[in-house]
């Protein structure tokens, strides 16, 4: 059932978590926007449309995977022989990540907790958190969430789906924890679902790009020795930035170290992109050319993935896109490997 | 002739004649005001090469990347060329292996506004090349003055930490510094480790003042680091006040003059001393 | 200020084989009495000492930092010394930029035979750091 929540309401919903100190928001930085703990509810924008106007960005900077999977975590602490408490992992209210977000998040469970070994902490992480997105209506040029299979209406993923209309939200349940939040809402009138529809038009339009992801697998199987590899990345600098902020990037490093007497292990993120990744005890490093790093990602997110879980990894968010020093854009690559394959008859 | 119609003619010229073996600077990305950096091997493709305010990068870091495939020709504004003195200065490239286009420049213009770096830049027009493309530029670099001096040591500390608490030790701006060529980084370094590496106020400021530390003399602010930055850290702060200090102390500038070595690789008997007892 | 609550701050102190530590054991077999905070790290110059070895102490719980060397001009190899005094003016001045408190971090020039100068120096650097309190700026949590 669509529920309708006027902009009062939705307020007063989030002010209750936000009293509870636990509603995370995007919050406008200087020319981006990221996520922040919410300590009045003035502050969130609840009109996503309104913040772009207001120069944020159509996303945050940091993917929503914070959430379940933070940039690091403590895994345990001990002094001595004493092991050391280590935080509770709290219960989260997110409000404002995007379908593609979403998206990512079902994947990241996919991957943690559907796939072999659970992981216990991501797993207690999105139980803890609720999800409540909120639909594009205005996409920017660098999304293609489309292209990739998801959708700017699409609510895979999230607890709740919220669609702008006029004077308010369309609020769609997902899960359990969605329907309990959306109690005692009224039920949307025909003419505002018909609204959020044609608002759901409208934004798919403006995403043209279109990938024929099984060709792009298929080249991709063949494409390991390609030169194009090394065509696309002269310009690449092999920081992290395209796979920290990537919102279904999940390699992580297990870090030691001693602060003060008291010895931690925690979680970090990792990203394929340094040197360090790949390099062997011995020395030897089988991906010490860039060229071969940035293959990785690209066969990671259209391939590996595919081969391991039967999904394309890329969400289309195009925060790569947009944060690399580079200026590398992965449709590009894209593109120039559908190509290459086509001229080789694959 | 334009400055771009001048630096595509004699980069057609200079493949042509086998004087380098290939050209770097910049072309369009996929999407506008952003630019991609270009190493260009072919004649038909030296259209592709544009120089204009989008140029975001600092060319002496790809410089290092190149510099293997032969004699290089390279694009440079005043702060790619200090970078490239500074490069030479520590023996990192060769004179006679790059051949540098020098362009004057007006500023980098990042989301409709001049980058924090270039407002103040003292030296728009290349300290060091083998041919100019174009006239030089002038302009009044602004002042940069904020409050940030003014306040307490206690609201300093708590701004900073508040800029480094986002850093998620990406190292976009490690990886776009051409001063940055450690093999190993020192937070990359285990066995032991240095710094650590985990999402820790205390070791992001270590990582943001060490860094800052290791560029003394040497960083010319270029603000490449900044702009490359995802999460919109400001990190000009640390880097122009260390410049500033090099300047006021050693009254050097890092790369303005080829036979002047970095600050911190001279010294003198009567360096300043009177903060030590 | 932080003296009645007992606060006894723990200072790290990087000293040059060659002239400050010869200086702090002359004050040591001299019986000078200074006080206890110090804890001596030996380096065989000042010129080792890496300005992140003084971070690295404040992160891990020291309240404040001495670092010593011999006087410009004596240095055991000659110019240690020197391309220290650059890099610790750099790093002085960066410091106090950042807000962290004038006096937790501290240079000085003490010879071998300075050993009554070397307990003055760590009297003055402990009553100035017991008043600025524990380090809690860059202390590592």
């Known amino acids: ?346 | 002739m334009d400055k771009v119609a001048r630096l595509r003619q004699r980069a057609k010229e200079l493949l042509e004649k086998q004087e380098v073996v290939g050209v770097l600077g910049y072309r369009a990305s996929s999407r506008p005001g952003i630019s991609q950096v270009a190493f260009i091997t072919k004649t038909e493709e030296v259209d592709r090469l544009i120089f204009d305010a989008t140029c975001s990068q600092n060319l002496a870091n790809y410089l290092l990347k190149v510099k293997d495939k032969g004699k290089v020709a390279v694009v440079a504004r005043g702060c790619d060329s200090r970078s490239i003195v500074v490069l030479l200065q520590e023996k990192q490239i060769e004179r006679g292996q790059v051949y540098i286009l020098g362009v004057g420049c007006e500023g980098v213009i990042v989301q409709g506004e001049k980058s924090v770096s270039c407002r103040s830049c003292q030296y728009p027009n290349p300290v060091i090349y083998d041919e100019m493309l174009g006239e030089e530029v002038h302009f009044e670099p602004e002042k940069v003055e904020d409050e940030f001096d003014r306040l307490t040591p206690d609201e300093r500390w708590q701004i900073l930490s508040a800029e480094v608490a986002r850093c998620i030790r990406c190292y976009a701006c490690r990886q776009v510094c051409p001063n940055c060529y450690c093999p190993v980084c020192f937070v990359d370094a285990s066995m032991p480790a240095l710094v650590g590496k985990t999402h820790n106020v205390s070791d992001n400021m270590v990582f943001h003042i060490m860094r800052a530390l290791h560029m003394a003399g040497r960083c010319v602010e270029c603000g490449a680091c900044h702009r490359a930055c995802p999460m919109g850290i400001d990190l000009m702060r640390f880097n122009r006040q260390v410049a500033k200090i090099v300047r006021e102390r050693f009254g050097l500038v890092a790369g303005a003059k080829p036979d002047e070595m970095p600050a911190l690789t001279v010294f003198k008997p009567e360096d300043p001393q009177e903060f030590i007892r | 200020m932080a003296d009645s609550s007992g606060f006894e701050p723990k200072i790290v102190a990087f000293l040059c084989n060659w002239c400050s530590y010869a200086g702090a054991d002359l004050a040591g077999i001299s019986r000078m009495q200074y006080p206890p905070n110090v804890r001596v790290l030996r380096v065989p110059c000042s010129g080792r000492v890496d300005p992140f070895f003084i971070l690295q102490a404040l992160q891990q719980g020291a309240d404040g930092v001495l670092i010593s060397g011999c006087h410009p001009g004596d240095c055991h190899y000659l110019t240690g010394n020197y391309v220290a005094r650059r890099r610790f003016a750099v790093l002085h001045d960066l410091l106090q930029f950042c807000g962290l408190e004038p006096g937790r971090v501290t240079f000085a020039w003490v010879s071998a035979s300075e050993g009554e100068r070397f307990a003055q120096l760590v009297r003055e650097v402990t009553d100035r750091v017991r008043k600025l309190g524990p380090n809690r700026k860059l202390k590592k949590e």
């Open chain 1, 1 to 346: 059932m669509k529920v309708f929540l006027k902009n009062e309401d939705l307020k007063k919903l989030l002010a209750r978590f936000v009293q509870e100190g636990r509603l995370f928001a995007p919050v406008r930085r200087c020319g981006y926007s990221g996520w922040d703990r919410v300590s009045s509810v003035d502050e969130v924008v609840l009109s996503r449309e309104q913040a772009i106007l207001q120069g944020e960005e159509v996303n945050t900077r940091e993917p929503a995977k914070i959430f379940v999977f933070p940039r690091s975590e403590t895994l345990f602490e001990f002094e001595g022989e004493e092991a050391v408490e280590t935080g509770e992992i709290p219960e989260l209210v997110v409000f404002g990540l995007r379908p593609c977000d979403g998206r990512a998040m079902a994947f990241l469970e996919r991957f943690f907790v559907g796939n072999g070994p659970e992981d216990p902490r991501v797993r207690q992480r999105r139980e803890k958190v609720t999800l409540i997105g909120v639909a594009c209506n205005s996409p920017a040029d660098s999304c293609f969430c489309t292209a990739v299979g998801g959708g700017p209406h699409e609510n895979k993923g999230l607890d709740v789906l919220l669609r702008e209309v006029a004077g308010g939200f369309l609020g769609e349940a997902v899960t359990s924890k969605g329907e309990e939040l959306l109690t005692g809402f009224p039920e949307a009138t025909a003419q505002q679902d018909a609204e959020a529809e044609k608002l759901k038009a409208n934004a798919e339009a403006t995403l043209a790009l279109k990938i024929d992801l099984n060709r792009l697998k298929a080249a991709l199987d063949n494409g390991f020795a390609s030169p194009i590899w090394e065509r696309l990345t002269l310009e690449c600098v092999n920081c992290g930035a395209c796979t920290f902020l990537c919102p279904t990037c999940h390699c992580f490093d297990v870090f030691d170290e001693t602060v003060r007497g008291r010895k931690r292990r925690s979680r970090i993120w990792d990203s394929c992109q340094f040197t360090l990744y790949s390099q062997h005890a011995s020395g030897h490093n089988p991906r010490l050319n860039p060229a071969a790093r940035y293959r990785n990602r690209v066969m990671d997110k259209f391939k590996y993935t595919v081969d391991m879980l039967g999904e394309v990894s890329c969400v289309g968010c195009g925060r790569c896109v947009r944060v690399c020093p580079a200026g590398i854009d992965i449709r590009v690559a894209v593109a120039e490997i559908l190509k290459e394959a086509a001229q080789d008859g694959r």
